[in-house]
């Protein structure tokens, strides 16, 4: 029995470590119509909201104790954050169903930070810097450039690195466009155009696997971003909707934790560090970009 668990294991391994599968984790039709579908009505929850003007930021929709506790943790640099899950209104029961997500898994995470002593015009700045997010951002981000920008809308590319137990290397584009309210309130959306793994990265044989035809750790992204200058600072929200592979029978030791936990820990780094690199920048601690290490820490709900 050792034997056997240890070939197993051994398998598994050299499995991942090599060439991705051909068909273990293509991207079926049914997978992004499903992703499709419940990024459509998530977007129409965000739109709902935008449109009754409040609340504007998701914290000030919760329960008056629970907002009070989540204030709390705001003022000291915490990062908040919790799991939501679009359903499906029109499932004709009583209580609305999960969306059937085939071959795949959606992951859905809110989260806030507050930087103190900031404005609203700073805060997008640097959000809008994307030529610099990779000196910012290490090490998620790896490189980062502006493909092109038209007023209030943004063409970027991203080499995002992801890494738990197994690492990962995409090469990805994002569409952004931003809305700004008013003086003190401002929205963005993104979504990726491309998301294409990487083979080898840095290394002699480093090619873009075929869209959708990979691991299958990431194959769609959109997120949505609020901004609100208020009690002397700026509150910035961001909504991550991302797609992945489902966890494949005997893999799920090793691919559960990456599956499950990196969108979670990924939106939390970028949060933090963004207050980060905020505040040093109003407070003339970065007078150029370089890395920076994240202040605040997390609290998961």
């Given at each position: 029995?050792?034997r056997?668990?240890a070939?197993?294991?051994?398998?598994g391994?050299?499995?991942?470590a090599?060439?991705?599968?051909?068909?273990a984790?293509?991207?079926?039709?049914?997978t992004?119509?499903?992703?499709?579908?419940?990024?459509?009505?998530?977007?129409?929850q965000?739109?709902n909201g935008?449109?009754?003007?409040?609340?504007?930021l998701?914290?000030?929709?919760?329960?008056?104790g629970?907002?009070?506790?989540?204030?709390?943790?705001?003022?000291?640099?915490?990062?908040?954050?919790?799991?939501?899950?679009?359903?499906?209104?029109?499932?004709?029961?009583?209580?609305?169903?999960p969306?059937?997500?085939?071959?795949?898994?959606?992951?859905?995470?809110?989260?806030?930070?507050?930087?103190?002593?900031?404005?609203?015009?700073?805060?997008?700045a640097?959000e809008?810097?994307y030529?610099?997010?990779?000196?910012?951002?290490?090490?998620?981000?790896?490189?980062?450039?502006?493909?092109?920008?038209?007023?209030?809308?943004?063409?970027?590319?991203?080499?995002?690195e992801?890494?738990?137990?197994?690492?990962?290397?995409?090469?990805?584009?994002h569409e952004?466009?931003?809305?700004f309210?008013?003086?003190t309130?401002?929205?963005?959306?993104?979504?990726?155009?491309?998301?294409?793994e990487?083979?080898?990265?840095?290394?002699?044989?480093?090619r873009?696997?075929?869209?959708?035809?990979?691991?299958?750790?990431?194959?769609h992204?959109?997120t949505?971003?609020?901004?609100?200058?208020?009690?002397d600072g700026?509150?910035?929200?961001?909504?991550s909707?991302?797609?992945?592979?489902?966890?494949?029978t005997?893999?799920?030791?090793?691919?559960?934790?990456?599956?499950?936990?990196?969108?979670?820990?990924?939106?939390?780094?970028?949060l933090a560090?963004?207050?980060?690199?905020?505040?040093?920048?109003?407070?003339?601690?970065?007078?150029?970009p370089?890395?920076?290490q994240?202040?605040?820490?997390?609290?998961?709900r």
């Amino acid at each position: 029995m050792a034997r056997k668990a240890a070939a197993t294991l051994l398998a598994g391994m050299c499995a991942l470590a090599g060439p991705p599968p051909a068909k273990a984790a293509d991207l079926d039709v049914s997978t992004a119509e499903a992703y499709a579908n419940y990024v459509k009505l998530a977007e129409k929850q965000i739109g709902n909201g935008l449109a009754a003007h409040a609340p504007f930021l998701w914290v000030e929709s919760l329960p008056t104790g629970k907002r009070a506790e989540v204030e709390s943790c705001l003022r000291v640099g915490e990062v908040v954050i919790e799991r939501l899950d679009a359903r499906d209104p029109n499932s004709g029961n009583a209580v609305a169903k999960p969306i059937s997500v085939p071959g795949g898994m959606i992951h859905h995470w809110i989260g806030t930070v507050f930087i103190p002593g900031a404005t609203l015009a700073e805060t997008l700045a640097f959000e809008q810097d994307y030529d610099h997010h990779a000196s910012f951002f290490q090490p998620d981000v790896q490189r980062s450039k502006i493909l092109q920008h038209e007023r209030d809308d943004f063409v970027v590319q991203l080499r995002f690195e992801r890494k738990k137990l197994i690492t990962a290397v995409f090469d990805t584009e994002h569409e952004v466009h931003y809305h700004f309210a008013d003086a003190t309130h401002a929205w963005s959306r993104s979504r990726t155009t491309r998301v294409q793994e990487v083979y080898d990265p840095g290394g002699p044989h480093e090619r873009l696997e075929p869209e959708g035809h990979d691991r299958g750790f990431l194959w769609h992204m959109n997120t949505y971003w609020r901004f609100e200058e208020k009690n002397d600072g700026v509150y910035v929200e961001c909504q991550s909707v991302s797609l992945t592979r489902d966890i494949p029978t005997g893999l799920g030791w090793l691919i559960a934790p990456y599956v499950t936990s990196v969108p979670r820990e990924s939106l939390t780094f970028t949060l933090a560090t963004t207050r980060s690199a905020v505040l040093q920048r109003i407070s003339g601690r970065a007078s150029t970009p370089g890395p920076l290490q994240p202040q605040a820490w997390s609290r998961f709900r």
